[in-house]
Every structure is written in C-alpha cells, then in structure tokens.
C-alpha cells in the first residue's frame, strides 16, 4: 500500500451496545430458563468461546461440511451480479466476526464504485476491532462503523446508509437456520421494521437435501462437530461452576423430517444431578434424556420467498451453486424491504 494510501486509512469507529456484563447474566439467564423446562435447551451461541470458535473453524474445513466452501464459492462467483442487482452503498453484516467471506463481496462493492460504509454487527468486541482495523486499511477512505451488538437485540440502532444511500444487510452462513420458526418469524419481521423501503437482505441459507449427505455433515469421522456441541457443558462449568459428567453425554444429531432441520442434542447416559451454582438451580437428568444444543434449518427456495414475503420483503435474485436452483446445496438469496 502506497504512503497515498495510508493517509487516506479512515479509523474505525467502535460503537459498543451490549452492556459489559451482557454475556454473564445473558448465561444465567439462558441456563436458568433452558435447563429448567422439557425438553431442556440450551441456546446455540455458548458455543462459540475461544476453543469452539477453533472447533467451528476446523470443521468447516471438513470434506463432510460442506455450507461454508458451498457459500463461499457462491459469493465467488456472483459478488458482481449481487452489486449489479442492487443499490447500495452501505453494507450491513449480521454476526460479522473476521468478514472473511465478506470481503470478496466488499470487493465487488469498492470495484463498482460503490462502497461508501461497512458495519460490522458482532458481540465480540476484541474481534470485531480487529477485523475493523484491518477493514479500514484494506479499503482506504471507508467508512466503517462497527457495532458490538446483538442482532437479535438491535437492529433498531444500526447506523443509516451514507449519504442518503440504501443499505444491504449481509446475514450469510445459514445462521438463520439456528432459529426456531417462531423466533426466524420474529427476526424476520424486526429486521424489516428496521430497514427503509428499498433496502436489501442477502441472506444465506442451506438448502434441503439427502439426508445422508446432511447427517455426515453434522456427525463428522473425526468427532469434530461432537466435541463442538458437548464444549457448551463445558462452558457451563468453567462460567458457572456446574457439575456435569461430560464422559456420561453421548452427541445424537437427528434429521427432523417435519421441520426439515438438523437437530443437535446432547444424551444423558447415565442420570446425573448437575449442580449450576453460578445459576443458583440444580437439574435433575434421567437415563436417556436429552438437552436440545443446536438447531439447523434446511429450506425450498419457494418456503423461504415465502417466508421473506409475510415478513415484508420481495424476493430479486437467488443465486446458488447450480444452474437449476433446485438441484443447489446452498443459496444466497437477494430481497429488497417492500413499501411499507
């Protein structure tokens, strides 16, 4: 990079939402209402300390796992068609941790002319102003506006589009497959709220297949993906000094046909009374039950543009990595906010 271009370099601005002690009461409060109720549940993001996120990396490099090279290989070869086909002039990306497979869609934005700010939602504040940082030199002249933040929380307090642009909000990796009907039905609607009229969605999402092919994906030869769901225990007892027996758990992923998801659970082999001081409960675990860790949710292309219509968006291009979007693995889906 050119001295030119170093002065050019924009510092990044770091807007921090979440409360600093967000992640411990979101913990207990979490514990105390999953573990408490039938079938018990844990939600999906306490998966996700240092050593799941490595756990998470390692396994989407996994021949058997293939979302993440399926995505990225979309966004590859169409991030010009995606900016061609819309509008914007500020991008938006919902659970943005490094922005890797976002920056080839920056890319694409910065060679129309046309990337003006990038906000970067996440609720890891260390990663997100890392990635700013490195955002802010690889785009000189960006304006980029993190956001330590919960998507599911505010969505109301995201920055506007510079200079009177549209926004496109990026929520890429099939994330929305971890949401229960009731709540995908409810983020939907808030995000909708949230946007102008005219403004974009891309959003990424595995599509139905084989349920062989989707059962190697989740139950891994290396045991990868179950030392992944069973590390959620044991952020339990490293944050609140439970008791589980991690040996007397086995991983049980399940094809739910009905609902067309992947559903992770965690089996109790043997009964167990955990002890949750820093949640104040204690829960009783019988022979064979299960606690409900992760959800994934496969679509139809038709199920989602119908989903995105009751929500308030018109579906305008999907593209996916066949030339029959029926026969695709994965899609990405463009929708622009309806007028209200």
């Known amino acids: 990079m050119s001295r030119e271009h170093h002065d050019d370099v924009r510092e990044p601005a770091v807007t921090v939402l979440l409360d600093p002690d967000w ?11 999953g573990l408490t109720r039938t079938p018990k549940r844990l939600p999906p993001k306490w998966l996700y300390d240092d050593e799941g996120s490595r ?3 390692a396994i989407t490099r996994l021949p058997e796992y ?22 914007a002039c500020t991008v938006v990306e919902l659970g943005s941790g490094t922005s890797d497979k976002t920056r080839m869609l920056l890319d ?9 700010r990038f906000v ?17 030199r690889r785009y000189p002249g960006l304006d980029v506006q993190a956001v ?6 505010h969505l109301g307090q995201l920055p506007p589009a510079a200079d009177d642009g549209r926004r496109m909000v990026a929520f890429l990796g099939s994330t929305i497959g971890n949401l229960y009907v009731e709540e995908r039905r ?16 891309l959003l990424g999402t595995d ?7 989707l059962v190697a994906a989740y139950h891994d030869s290396q045991g990868l993906t179950r030392a992944f769901v069973r590390n959620s225990l044991v952020v339990l007892s490293r944050e609140l000094g439970a008791d589980f027996d991690l040996d007397a758990f086995s991983y049980t992923p399940l094809w739910d046909a009905h609902m067309e998801r992947m559903d992770l659970r965690l089996r109790a082999e043997m009964p167990q009374r955990v002890r949750i001081p820093g949640a104040g409960i204690e829960v009783e675990l019988g022979l064979g039950e299960e606690i409900h860790v992760e959800i994934s949710t496969k679509f139809r292309i038709a199920q989602l543009a119908a989903e995105l219509d009751e929500a308030g968006f018109e579906v305008v291009r999907t593209f996916t990595d066949a030339a029959d979007p029926a026969d695709g693995d994965f899609a990405l889906t463009l929708a622009r906010r309806r007028p209200a």
């Open 148 to 153: 330590v933040g919960d998507f599911t929380l």
């Open 120 to 136: 970067p939602v996440d609720v890891s504040e260390a990663t997100l102003r890392d990635a700013a940082d490195m955002l802010s």
């Open 186 to 201: 409810a983020f939907l609607g808030a995000l909708a709220d949230s946007l102008d009229d005219g403004e974009w969605l």
């Open 66 to 87: 293939y979302p993440t090279e399926t995505e990225r290989s979309i966004i590859v070869e169409h991030a010009d068609d995606i900016v061609a086909a819309c509008d």
């Open 207 to 213: 599509l139905v297949k084989s349920v062989d092919r």
């Open 23 to 33: 992640a411990s009461g979101s913990l207990v409060d979490d514990v105390r209402r």
């Open 55 to 57: 756990l998470f990396d």
């Open 108 to 116: 694409a934005f910065a060679g129309a002319g046309r990337l003006q």
